[in-house]
């Protein structure tokens, strides 16, 4: 004897006190083995061969598995992209600290500071003796922008 549900998902049986969601099939099965989930209906029948149970459950075990690939594909992809906001976050501490340090010339307005004002018409800067190397270098605008 069948007996169909329509798919407002609630079974027509002596079962529906014992109702569990479709991620909990086995526990359905073991305490109700009358009450199978199939394609949104609830099919209440005296107990099925065990073929079409065990095709059922294969079914269902499949999606599940096909369903944790696909969220574990999600994570790696979401750990990926953190991993490089992260790097990316502490190359520029680096590159903020390295320019506290001095290992290269923070911008051109500190450069003018401790220059002459002798801007030429050209854009050069003539550098005074007293700069780190000691000779009197002629750079652009944009050299200095670089470090020396």
Known sequence: MFLFATKTKTPISTY???YRPPNTM?????????????????VTQTPPPLGSHCIRIQRFKKQLLQRKKERKKERKKERKKERKKERKKERKKERKKERKDGKWLQ????ILVKTPPSLGQDGH???????PTGMNWVYTVRHMKAGL
């Open 26 to 42: 086995k526990k359905v099965f073991e305490e109700a083995p009358m009450t199978l989930w199939s394609e949104n209906k609830f």
């Open 125 to 131: 800067l003539s550098l005074p003796t007293t700069w």
């Open 107 to 110: 911008s051109i307005q500190v």
């Open 16 to 18: 529906a006190d014992s």
